[in-house]
């Protein structure tokens, strides 16, 4: 079967902020190999640049997959081999915890997967709509999937940042996968909850639809400062392109 020739148009940005004194956020987009990922630190634990660092740097060391099922099990023994530096880092310095949340973005052929830890967020925009594709792991996030709050107060909750997965903070790494067909034109947000704190879906859609990758970054960047930025924030978009294909659709890949 023929594949579609395919590109990415993406684009990126991060910034300090206007509140922190150094950008703990690190993000890698690699294009060729069907990558692209953002790691913010901890805030209020040691070395959150260290760690995020530290898994972007685990992660571009990937190398060229031959298939989806390659892609997805070399981003997991990465993210793995990282989580062990940090934790054998962590145990060095009294068990302090040094950790990162991480969102990441998969593609090969005409198929996506995202892997996730953390509130690191993952969106797509598909027909006019956007979509969020990860789940956030925090605390008020599970309040609410049990129904201990509503959406309502899950909005207002205090402390709602709370993360209850992260790299580098349990001896294992507690990921989430989701995977599906890519369609023309879809376009994928991967970014730090410095972005959502100050932006809506709505916004992103928004902006998104209205201009280039770049350009969508560079925008909801320059938004989220003008409504005071109190973290770092990372944002990285990246659309789908195709030229049609001989054949029809591919099947799942990632298994």
């Not at 069907?34 to 972007?56: P, R």
């Amino acid at each position: 079967m023929q594949l579609p020739t395919a590109l990415f148009e993406t684009g990126s940005g991060t910034h300090v902020g206007k509140v922190r004194q150094h950008n703990e956020d690190r993000y890698l987009v690699m294009p060729d190999f069907g990558l692209w990922a953002v790691a913010d630190g901890m805030g209020g634990h040691e070395s959150g640049d260290y760690a995020s660092e530290t898994i972007v740097e685990a992660l571009s060391a990937i190398g060229q997959p031959s298939s989806a099922a390659e892609l997805l099990s070399r981003t997991e023994q990465q993210i793995a081999a990282a989580n062990a530096r940090l934790r054998a880092v962590s145990q060095k310095r009294g068990d302090k915890i040094i950790g990162a949340t991480l969102a990441v973005l998969l593609s090969y052929d005409q198929h996506y997967a995202c892997v996730w830890s953390g509130d690191s967020r993952i969106y797509v925009v598909r027909d006019g709509a956007i979509t969020q594709l990860s789940r956030d792991h925090t605390e008020v996030q599970e309040l609410l999937a049990e129904g201990a709050i509503t959406e309502a107060e899950a909005r207002t909750w205090p402390k709602s940042n709370v993360v209850t997965r992260a790299i580098g903070v349990f001896d294992s790494p507690q990921l989430e996968l989701i995977s599906g067909p890519l369609q023309d034109g879809d376009s994928f947000i991967i970014c730090s909850d410095g972005l959502t704190q100050h932006v809506s879906d709505e916004e992103i859609l928004r902006c998104v639809s209205a201009n280039g990758s770049q350009q969508a970054c560079d925008a909801l960047i320059a938004l989220t400062l003008e409504r005071g930025a109190t973290d770092n924030v990372t944002v990285v978009v990246t659309r789908y392109l195709t030229r049609p294909a001989a054949d029809g659709a591919a099947t799942d890949l990632w298994e």
